[in-house]
């Protein structure tokens, strides 16, 4: 079965330094979402692309966060500087089409930790 | 207020028990409902989606009440495996955004 991939799974870092995560889709699926979920609430998007390009970036901290899609296929996701507010778990998911009645399938996400 | 409102619990239930959790909604114009389920420290995977017609899936039932902006979902006959954390989830608009509630912690106990 086809699966969402993503690296790394686990990333401590320190507070003002950068880091990025990667995500490959499901092939053939044309729109990916970055959620980041913290500790006891639910995922929330922080941006959604359609082939390479942003549809929805609204909840993106455009100061320090940024996203790319330049292919359409795979996916990073940065953040420089980092603050310790921003430990949490980033999920990437992706789907055929945005729309109904697609389902949106998540990866493994990656675990960051700043410190 | 948030737009997707859920019980965190958690919900304690001794196995072959009944549990059912509720999920209010904000925006009206929401277009689709899920429950996803979320084991600890992994990805959310779909449970089910929630139709206007009550839907059933083995053990899960989930109802959406459009009009009073609710969705429930129950389980039946609860298995040690069903610990998990429950998500509501709407989907408000043809550009696919999903927005989740808090989620709901279950554990069935022996």
């Known amino acids: 079965e086809a699966e969402v991939a993503q690296s790394p799974r686990y990333k401590i870092t320190e507070k003002s330094q950068a880091v990025a995560f990667w995500c490959d889709p499901i092939?053939?699926?044309?729109?990916l979402y970055w959620y980041r979920q913290i500790l006891g609430q639910g995922p929330e998007l922080l941006v959604q692309?359609?082939?390479?390009?942003?549809?929805?970036d609204s909840q993106l901290p455009k100061d320090r966060f940024s996203a790319e899609r330049l292919k359409g296929v795979d996916s990073t996701l940065k953040i420089q500087p980092a603050e310790l507010g921003d430990s949490a778990m980033y999920l990437c998911?992706?789907?055929?089409?945005?729309?109904?009645?697609?389902?949106?399938?998540f990866g493994p996400g990656t675990r960051l930790l700043v410190l | 207020r948030k737009e997707v409102e859920q019980d965190p619990g958690p919900f304690n239930v001794p196995e072959g028990a009944t549990v059912a959790f509720n999920c209010t909604y904000s925006?009206?114009?929401?277009?689709?409902f899920f429950w996803y389920r979320q084991d600890c420290r992994k990805e959310p995977k779909l449970l089910m989606s929630?139709?206007?017609s009550g839907n059933e899936d083995g053990r899960f039932t989930a109802q959406l009440n459009r009009a009073s902006q609710y969705i429930s979902l129950l389980i039946r006959d609860s298995k040690l495996s069903d610990s998990a954390t429950y998500l509501c989830?709407?989907?408000?608009?043809?550009?696919?955004?999903?927005?989740f509630g808090q989620g709901t912690t279950l554990q069935v106990k022996p």
């Open positions: 692309f359609q082939d390479e390009s942003v549809v929805d």
């Open positions: 929630v139709y206007s």
């Open positions: 092939s053939g699926h044309a729109t």
């Open positions: 989830v709407v989907r408000s608009s043809n550009t696919g955004k999903l927005i």
């Open positions: 998911a992706s789907s055929l089409s945005p729309g109904p009645p697609e389902t949106q399938y």
């Open positions: 925006n009206s114009a929401s277009q689709s």
